[in-house]
């Protein structure tokens, strides 16, 4: 597995050799509404199409993201693969949902670069290409109206406007018996310590595995029969939402990883309450291990969900 790692403002240098159909490379600035998030970063235009084709490291590390290469397909997300991209293909994954992205993603050089429309059809930020001002404006998904199953996937924190995302029941999941939520916990403790490691094998059964947190909670679940969706998106979908008060071991918890959480807010990491304001989860050099909801893993979680 190849991670690609690319901090913003940081310049890369692209030969563009074997492609003549593609304007020379240019130098912009990347503007999220009037905020500038990236500074000089590589672009390429395609004069007659209009098109604009970006490092999709850039867009992903400026999302809080990493971009990694494993068995042809392009996984990217924060503490779990959250969208699949391939190169030359159209045909692309939300969560564990299929999308068609407008281009195909492709390589410019060394690199995977992405057309802004398939930024847009991937992160539903519309983008724009200021040719003029060598300027790539990215729109807030809070100020443009997204179709309704993207819609979905967009967090508010006002608990009237509830999307069906929040109040879905769980439809990928099979179970014999309802266990006990306590179980849950215990089972999930004795795996404290395993090692994290980003699009682990989501059919691990081995409590030495290495896992992200998607599979980490996957793998739970289905040591009591339950199986759950691959991507923490998918599995945000499913379930009945618990508010804060009413927490119980065994829920499952939603956050948003971005790097400065505002304005839309993203599924992107998934743990399992414990009890006592804390829950277990994996992520980063500590592998599976137990956090307290406050501070910053506070400011970033979303919602609860409880699968039975």
Same mark, same amino acid.
């Given at each position: 597995? !190849? ?5 913003? %403002? ?21 503007y ?15 004069g007659r199409?209009? !098109? ?28 779990g ?15 564990d ?8 993603? !492709? ?33 807030? $998904?809070?100020?443009?109206?997204l ?49 994290y ?15 992200d ?22 599995? $945000? ?5 618990v ?6 071991p065994?829920?499952?918890? %939603? ?29 980063? $050099?500590?592998?599976v ?15 609860? !969900?409880r699968?039975?």
């Open positions: 597995m !190849k991670r690609f790692k690319l901090v913003c %403002f940081f310049a890369l240098c692209i030969h563009l050799a074997g492609c003549s159909p593609i304007a020379g490379i240019q130098h912009a600035d990347v999220m509404e009037d905020r500038m998030i990236a500074q000089q970063i590589d672009v390429v235009p395609e199409s209009g !098109k604009v084709w970006v490092p999709l490291s850039v867009i992903s590390s400026c999302l809080g993201m990493s971009v990694y290469e494993k068995d042809n397909a392009l996984l990217i997300g924060s503490t693969p959250a969208y699949t991209l391939q190169p030359g293909q159209t045909a692309a994954f939300l969560g949902k299929p999308v068609t992205v407008a281009d195909a993603p !492709k390589y410019i050089g060394n690199e995977v670069y992405v057309s802004d429309r398939t930024v847009t059809d991937l992160w539903t930020f519309p983008v724009h290409w200021d040719s003029q001002r060598k300027r790539i404006g990215i729109a807030s $998904a809070d100020h443009k109206q179709s309704s199953w993207l819609n979905a996937y967009n967090y508010t924190n006002s608990p009237t406007q509830l999307s069906h995302f929040q109040t879905g029941q769980y439809r990928a999941m099979t179970s014999a018996a309802k266990p006990n939520s306590a179980a849950i916990v215990a089972y999930a403790k004795t795996l404290q310590g395993a090692p490691q980003f699009a682990a094998d989501p059919e691990a059964t081995s409590a030495a595995a290495a896992f947190a998607p599979s980490f909670v996957r793998h739970v679940f289905g040591h009591f029969g339950i199986t759950l969706p691959r991507r923490a998106i998918s599995q $945000a979908e499913l379930g009945t939402t508010a804060d008060e009413n927490l119980q065994g829920d499952l918890m %939603f956050f948003d990883m971005q790097k400065e959480p505002s304005g839309s807010r993203y599924v992107s990491h998934v743990a399992i309450y414990t009890g006592n304001n804390r829950f277990i989860h994996t992520y980063g $050099a500590d592998g291990t137990v956090s307290e909801l406050s501070g910053e893993w506070r400011s970033r979680y979303l919602f609860a !969900k699968w039975g």
